[in-house]
């Protein structure tokens, strides 16, 4: 008879955040969009929560950052977060109604920024794991169809990678430059170690401002990675943000019609599901090989 190995922490060396085993989601499927900082990962989620929408399933959107920032191409404006409204209650969260931290957005979009601790104290994963508790007490998530956590920069802690432990699929946002690669590295690496004691698993890479795909594609190759869509580097992407609107609602063009193509070609994939790709990660000094510096 084989004895089943007692569970270990999922990295060595460090404090792990680990979810109550009471605040699973539920039947929604649930996407963790990660990336490199200023890759363009709120953009994508808010394009990508619109694609799902327009496939007629009902979204919920999750910013997970300090600057409170990834829905606003959604909602017209800056949100307040979950720990700001709880803040404001003295954290007894029985006093809140969903529309204090609950925001409807273009296309039904449900939308809701978790925020962050105040600068240089307390923990992410603690204001991610309030904030699926507070939508679970106000049943928000029971008739929801997806959910996208759309998490600030790389992963440089276990709080900040906190979401992994609710999704089923991590998506990965890159450039096809270094230092967007190394990034993926490193998330890469940190979607393994969760995928140790959790559910989620390797859902593909999302290449975005890229004219080409070459480096991504060298790297995947020896990683085991996919590209799952191609985002141009567009000018009409920038103009859509700067515009507090979703690539849906810009003014109708061959290449933007391209990209909402393309979105609502992830999403269709995404919903359809997608086997969990096994991807080993780089080690530093081999990235820098692999891609060309001595």
């Not at 594609?217 to 990675?225: H, S, T």
């Not at 920038?238 to 609502?264: G, H, I, N, W």
Request: proline share 4%.
């Amino acid at each position: 008879m084989t004895t089943a190995l007692p569970k270990r922490a999922d990295g060595e060396g460090s404090v792990q955040v680990q979810m109550d085993p009471n605040l699973q989601i539920g039947k929604a499927k649930v996407f963790a969009v990660y990336g490199k900082g200023g890759i363009g990962k709120s953009t994508t989620s808010s394009n990508l929560s619109v694609a799902f929408s327009k496939l007629g399933k009902r979204v919920l959107q999750i910013g997970c950052d300090p600057k409170h920032d990834s829905t606003f191409t959604l909602t017209k404006q800056l949100m307040p977060t979950v720990i700001d409204v709880l803040e404001s209650v003295d954290f007894h969260s029985e006093e809140l109604r969903v529309e204090d931290f609950v925001y409807e957005g273009f296309n039904g979009v449900m939308c809701v920024e978790a925020g962050g601790p105040p600068a240089g104290t307390g923990c992410g994963g603690y204001v991610v794991g309030q904030t699926v508790k507070l939508l679970k007490e106000h049943h928000l998530l029971e008739d929801t169809d997806v959910v996208i956590f759309d998490v600030l920069g790389d992963v440089v802690c276990g709080g900040f990678a906190a979401p992994l432990q609710h999704a089923d699929r991590a998506l990965i946002v890159t450039a096809n430059d270094f230092n967007s690669i190394y990034a993926m590295n490193r998330i890469v690496a940190a979607i393994l170690a969760k995928s140790r004691n959790y559910d989620v698993r390797l859902g593909g890479v999302i290449a975005n401002r890229s004219a080409a795909t070459d480096q991504i594609d060298k790297f995947n190759a020896r990683v085991g990675l996919d590209v799952l869509a191609h985002l141009p580097d567009l000018d009409e992407i920038r103009r859509s943000r700067l515009s507090k609107c979703t690539l849906f609602e810009m003014e109708t063009t061959p290449a933007v019609e391209a990209v909402q193509d393309e979105y609502l070609r992830l999403a269709q994939i995404l919903w359809d599901g997608r086997d969990p790709l096994l991807a080993t990660p780089m080690k530093d000094r081999d990235i820098f090989d692999l891609l060309g510096f001595n």
